[in-house]
């Protein structure tokens, strides 16, 4: 949930961990700091706050040094503040840590700590690992790491200085992403590669219980027995541009624009391209159900998944959100599929659920973005979706690539089952080729979107409803909204206003309706006289659009395609919406309060 960078090297360490904690930034935001190796040990700058804050303070006093950790936090265990920022040194100022992770049996290690002497400055549950470092050493800081390693349980990603090492720098992982970049002139650690890609595309993926040792010309790995590592770095094919505004005034609008390519990219790597035959390894009749499961907007996808799959392959479909699967005994075996959806691959009740699925002999096929990570690397199979690095903490541009992945799967699975014949196959997979000319069209509409949603900012209740799978696509309208407007909203299917709902309809309630499921039209266009009638104004989004606009009714009119793959397209307009909301109300758009956008805690 945090943000972690190291470097070692000829250079200056201050300005790439600043400038490398930028592009963490996304991963959590309420405080930051950095340590650097300097003249007479180690020097330190935390600072409650955004990363402007931690800057405004290094400028009015300077650091240097050519080797430095860093941290942006996303608070978990104590409040954000000065003192709970990392890095953590402990108190005989030997070892300074950086964490990204939950040590779970700090309070322990904090207490027999304590008992013995120890002080802790902070709240926090990673200043126990600096503590614990310190209390272990000995003069080797190899075999103190593996001895702390061997203590904590939780998850951790750690960069460490040793005050005898100061040419040094220590980084080990368990189940939190680090990578080690290798340059002209130096080595970096970071939690993600963007922090590092101004320097370098030759990249580790560390696994977990790998000891990484650097030095400035220096890279070498080791297991926990203490035995070399042979492992082999991975060129970064996409540019540090995916990482950069480009122009816009946040990534959150420039990820919302890149779709069509972002889909024209991962369509063709699902079709032809990297991701091989999509359903290859795979014996489609051997499946008796399919579980869908993943948190937020990937679980949206799910949802979506469920009608296509259904629809298409005539197999049961269950959309679980990871955080209950993994802690309920599912009912799943060999003979399921399970697909596990993730933008960053590193969400912890994702993983379980993965763990848990594969546990039950189930086969596990995840939808990742970020190559490397911990679910893409875990799953018996991956299948990327080439959205680039995504930067703001509401995902646009990874949805919708999770969900042409999804189409291409179902609809290629389908044809191997036997359910549709291959003319219509075809078909399907060139109307999802159509798709991203389609978003083009919509992101045409930027001004007139734009226009609406700034008389929607005063509203403090907004219903998101569809039938089928335009009640799917209004669950995730309605998680983008509240993520980055703060505006409460609610998705229901259109069906159910009526058992209970409708009764929260009152003038100033806005209800955003979809409709593009052709013959449930009627309907949506029942619930929209009845919330009409009742105060409502309405937004309708979709391709058939009958109802003529006035003073209760806007319309966002989406090109035509069939109601399958239309969330792909309602989607572009929800998120437009949504983002144009918050920007009216002037919000930090791409760092929305108290989230996160990888979230790697329970
Ligand atoms: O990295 P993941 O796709 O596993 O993340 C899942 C959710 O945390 C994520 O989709 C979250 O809901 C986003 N903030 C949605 O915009």
Not at 76 to 89: L, M
Not at 331 to 351: C, F
């Amino acid at each position: 949930m945090c943000g972690i960078i190291g470097y070692v090297g000829s250079e200056n360490a201050v300005p790439i961990i600043v400038d490398g904690l930028k592009k963490l930034e996304y991963r959590g935001y309420d405080s930051a700091g950095i340590a650097v190796y300097g003249r007479g040990g180690f020097d330190v700058v935390k600072q409650e706050g955004r990363l402007e804050a931690l800057e405004a303070r290094l400028a009015g006093s300077p650091l240097s040094g050519n080797m430095g950790i860093g941290h942006t936090r996303w608070a978990t265990h104590g409040e954000p503040s000065d003192i709970n920022s990392h890095p953590h040194v402990g108190s005989k100022n030997k070892i300074a840590v950086v964490h990204n992770g939950i040590i779970e049996n700090y309070k322990q290690i904090k207490e027999r700590l304590e008992q013995r002497g120890v002080r802790f400055a902070s709240q926090t549950d990673s200043e126990a690992i600096a503590q614990l470092a310190e209390y272990y050493y000995d003069g080797d800081i190899m075999d103190t790491v593996i001895r702390v390693a061997g203590r904590l349980e939780g998850s951790y990603a750690l960069g460490i200085m040793c005050l005898d090492e100061p040419d040094t720098l220590i980084a080990v992982k368990k189940d939190n992403p680090l990578i080690v970049g290798v340059s002209e002139h130096g080595r970096f650690i970071a939690s993600d590669v963007p922090a590092v890609l101004k320097h370098t595309n030759k990249v580790y993926y560390l696994n977990d219980m790998e000891i990484a040792v650097l030095r400035e010309g220096d890279a070498r790995f080791f297991n926990f027995d203490k035995e070399p590592l042979e492992k082999t770095p991975e060129t970064v094919t996409w540019s540090l541009d995916g990482a950069e505004k480009g122009g816009y005034p946040h990534f959150m609008l420039k990820e919302i624009m890149e779709q069509p390519k972002i889909l024209r990219d991962t369509i063709s790597s699902s079709m032809t391209g990297s991701n091989g035959d999509i359903i290859d390894g795979m014996d489609a009749a051997r499946f008796g159900k399919v579980v869908i499961t993943a948190c937020g907007s990937a679980y949206n996808a799910g949802v979506v998944a469920k009608y296509v799959f259904e629809r298409l392959c005539r197999i049961s479909v269950e959309v679980e959100l990871a955080s209950e699967f993994r802690y309920k005994d599912a009912v799943i075996d060999e003979k399921t599929l399970v697909i596990l959806v993730s933008q960053s691959g590193e969400t912890a009740d994702t993983i379980a659920a993965m763990r848990e699925a594969k546990s039950k002999g189930a086969f596990t096929l995840s939808i990742v973005n970020v190559v490397g990570s911990t679910i893409a690397k875990e799953a018996d199979r991956c299948l990327f979706t080439a959205a680039g690095p995504e930067i703001a903490v509401a995902t646009t541009k990874a949805f919708s690539a999770q969900l042409v992945i999804l189409y291409i799967l179902a609809v290629r699975f389908a044809a191997r089952l036997g359910k549709v014949p291959p003319g219509r196959e075809r078909e399907m997979l060139s109307e999802i080729e159509s798709l991203p000319a389609k978003i083009t069209e919509i992101l045409r509409q930027v001004d007139s979107i734009q226009k609406y949603a700034s008389t929607c900012v005063g509203y403090k209740n907004i219903f998101f409803i569809g039938r089928n799978i335009d009640y799917a696509i209004a669950l995730e309208g309605s998680l983008k909204l509240k993520e980055i407007s703060y505006i409460h909203s609610e998705a229901y299917a259109g069906g159910e206003l009526k058992h209970g709902t409708i009764s929260l309809i009152e003038d100033e309630t806005l209800v955003v309706a979809i409709a593009n499921c052709e013959r449930l039209y009627g309907k949506i266009m029942s619930n929209v006289e009845q919330v009409i009638s009742r105060g409502a104004k309405v937004l309708l989004i979709g391709s058939c659009l009958g109802a003529e606009p006035d003073g209760k009714l806007y319309r966002i009119i989406l090109p035509e395609s069939g109601d399958l793959f239309s969330p792909s397209l309602s989607v572009v307009a929800l998120q437009l919406f949504s983002y144009y909301v918050a920007a009216n109300k002037g919000l930090d758009i791409d760092k929305p309060r108290n989230l996160a956008k990888s979230v790697t805690v329970e």
